[in-house]
């Protein structure tokens, strides 16, 4: 499996992450077009597209990525692209977050398995500064809509813990939110794309009092590093969990299968629909552990950064995503 690969001396990277929901004919010549673009500005990252969109995040120097959004912009075929949000930060990181630059078309940018009319999200988003006024009167219940694993790394004060493994299994478990059905329920998602199928999903359900952050997470936090956000985020590229100031966060990939170590106390909190805390670290002498395949790391193990083996899970597992 390819090494990091490192920028020049004294240099660090930035990651840019965007997305957009279109009408796209031919996803793998649109999707093979902004790899070759991408790969003329030298950076790394994954491209994925399907008929219904495409979502990319890729990392590079800042020049580089400047480069980069300046062409597509200019580009007629990605027109498209233009009006769409493009949330970007510096990874503190002398190195490639993601370690190579690769297409994957697929049949959803996000796999849901429904399709959703993208007409009722509609006068659903929120902005980060109107969801904080919400969250600060006391009028709203966050509910948070990402994997379980993700969830305990990181979540909003008092959120909803979806019960799901994987996102499609939304589908199967929605009907626990008809406990919040006199309430306002404000989805949320690490960049937002989960919710923009979750928000019109629930609208045709009959669910009326559902909105979502515009840009999730990493926009709220980016506005309110000292807000209601509680514990880490979970990032999908090498950095692998980021504090509320998106700096490097430490929380640990499992050599195994790259799903998130906690201490070994936090295993009764798998199935709690709302926790007290987000405490990330381990008591004295007690292992991390993995929630997946059953791991253990000894508190003597070196965990000052992360080990190639470690890198290697996260790569792997982001291939299987």
Known sequence: MARRRKYPEGRVGEVINFYAFHSIAAPELTGQALLDLAALWDLHGTILIAPEGINCGFCGLPESLDGFLNAMYADKEFAFLRPVEVKRQSTGRDHYVFRRL?????????????????????????????????MEE???VPVDVRNDFESLVGSFKGAYRMPIQKFSDFRSTYKELDRFSDKV???????????????????????????????GIINYIKKFPNGF????????????????????????????????????????ELKTETLPSYELDSGPGEDLICFQCDYRESPDEEDSRFSDKEIDAIDSRRLRL
């Open 229 to 268: 956000w509680e514990g880490e985020c979970f990032v999908f590229d090498d950095r692998f969990s980021i504090d509320a100031s998106e700096k490097q966060g430490r929380t640990k990939p499992c050599p195994q299968c790259g799903q998130p170590l906690f201490a070994e106390s936090r295993l009764r």
């Open 102 to 134: 690769r297409l994957k078309v697929k049949a959803e940018i996000i796999t849901f398995g429904e399709p959703i009319d993208w007409n009722q999200n509609q006068g659903k988003f929120l902005s980060p500064e109107e969801f904080h006024r919400l």
């Open 185 to 215: 329920m404000v989805t949320f998602c690490t960049g937002g794309i989960r919710c923009e199928k979750v928000v019109p999903f629930m609208r045709s359900k009959g669910y009326e009092n559902v909105y979502q952050i515009h840009g």
């Open 138 to 140: 006391g009028k709203v």
